[in-house]
Nanobody, 123 residues
Framework: QVQLVESGGGLVQAGGSLRLSCAAS????????MHWYRQAPGKQRELVAG???????NYADSVKGRFTISRDNAKNTVYLQMNSLKPEDTAVYYC?????????????????WGQGTQVTVSS
């Protein structure tokens, strides 16, 4: 069984920084792209950043220049470094990964999600 576990959320003042981590564990053949999403109260879940297995990244316009996504393939872990945080960054942050598992074979990738971690930025 595959699990994604996020950590690193919390309460921070505007202008501060947080680093989120998301570790994948279980029976995994390989991991393709990994992403961070967020969902604020009353809003739809939105893509924050993504990174391919080769390290190519993409960001939402709202976080460009402030957030950095990275990954450690040896540890099956993706990170989100968040700097210059704003109150509008307040949300539950979720990680997801496209993973191939033994139950479906090495060429079939499915999306797996973590349980989310709360980030609250006070003004």
């Amino acid at each position: 069984q595959v699990q994604l576990v996020e950590s690193g959320g919390g309460l921070v003042q505007a202008g501060g920084s947080l680093r989120l981590s998301c570790a994948a564990s279980g029976s995994i053949f390989s991991i393709s792209a990994m992403h961070w999403y967020r969902q604020a109260p009353g809003k739809q879940r939105e893509l924050v950043a993504g990174i391919t297995s080769g390290g190519v990244t993409n960001y939402a316009d709202s976080v460009k220049g402030r957030f950095t996504i990275s990954r450690d393939n040896a540890k099956n872990t993706v990170y989100l470094q968040m700097n210059s945080l704003k109150p509008e960054d307040t949300a539950v942050y979720y990680c997801s990964g496209e993973m191939a598992t033994p139950s479906r074979g090495p060429s079939y990738f499915s999306d797996y999600w973590g349980q989310g971690t709360q980030v609250t930025v006070s003004s």
